[in-house]
């Protein structure tokens, strides 16, 4: 099963990414969290990443593509993935789509969390992310049982660098211009889905279970 996660930023995409993950027991691949992982060892790539991320626009296709297509090519990927933040560009997509035709295959379920702008700016400032583990929160949503504490893992949280309400602002419009033409581009394959992503948690994953299966 080869899932792909569309949504503006902040729109829960991870959130849900991580539940489809582990009810299907497949990858969760994030490029997003892949730059991260890059930046907090300091490597080149991280570097280079980090220029962009901060000032809310997207890293270059050249550093982000090669990088998913590796990833994807790894062993735990080959009985499918669900990906989150990639693509992002009309580009990226036309890449992955003859990668995977090469292999006679196609992504199966584009899914689309759809919120709308103005829930946008308050669910990123409240987005809490252990930098341990990965696991995400809000501090008025999605609560940890500890203030501050990763129930997962007993990290501490911390906010991440792109979610302040300026970054946030660019990000939206790099959303508008060049990420949200995916939904087109996925609805023409007939394989897009569009989800209420403004539900409570449980009840958006309800909703993406409906689309993939029990
Ligand atoms: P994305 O991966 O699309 O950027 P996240 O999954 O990180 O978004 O979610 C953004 C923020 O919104 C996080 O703080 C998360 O805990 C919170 N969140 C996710 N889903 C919901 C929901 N259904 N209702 C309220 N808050 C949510
Ligand atoms: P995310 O964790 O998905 O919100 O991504 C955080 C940031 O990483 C984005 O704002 C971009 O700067 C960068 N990024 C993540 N995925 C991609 C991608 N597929 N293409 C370009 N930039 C990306």
């Known amino acids: 099963m080869k899932i792909i996660m569309l949504g503006a930023p902040g729109a829960g995409k991870g959130t849900q990414a991580k ?19 890059n930046i907090k060892n300091g490597t080149e790539l991280g570097k280079k990443a980090k ?31 669900v990906l989150d933040g990639f693509p992002r560009t009309i580009p990226q997509a036309e ?8 292999r006679n295959d196609a992504v199966d379920f584009a899914i689309n ?37 990763c129930d997962r893992c007993g990290g501490e949280l911390a906010l991440r660098d792109d979610d302040k309400p300026e970054t946030v602002k660019n990000r939206l419009s790099v959303y508008h ?12 394959k007939k394989v897009l889905h569009e989800v209420d992503g403004t539900q409570e948690m449980e009840k958006v994953f309800a909703d993406i279970v409906k689309v993939l299966g029990e």
């Open 95 to 102: 890449c992955l789509e003859k990668a995977l035709s090469g």
């Open 19 to 37: 539940k489809i993950a582990d009810k299907y027991q497949i990858p969760h691949v994030s490029t997003g969290d892949i730059f991260r992982a």
């Open 51 to 81: 220029t962009y991320m901060d000032a809310g626009q997207l890293v270059p296709d050249e550093l982000t593509v090669d990088l998913l297509m590796d990833r994807i090519s790894q062993a735990d990927c080959a009985n499918g993935y």
């Open 177 to 188: 211009t060049q990420t949200k033409p995916l939904i087109q581009f996925y609805g023409d």
């Open 113 to 149: 969390v759809e919120v709308p702008d103005e829930n946008i700016v308050a669910r990123m400032s409240g987005r809490r992310a252990c930098p341990a583990c990965g696991a995400t929160y809000h501090i008025v949503h999605i609560p940890t049982k500890v203030e501050g504490i």
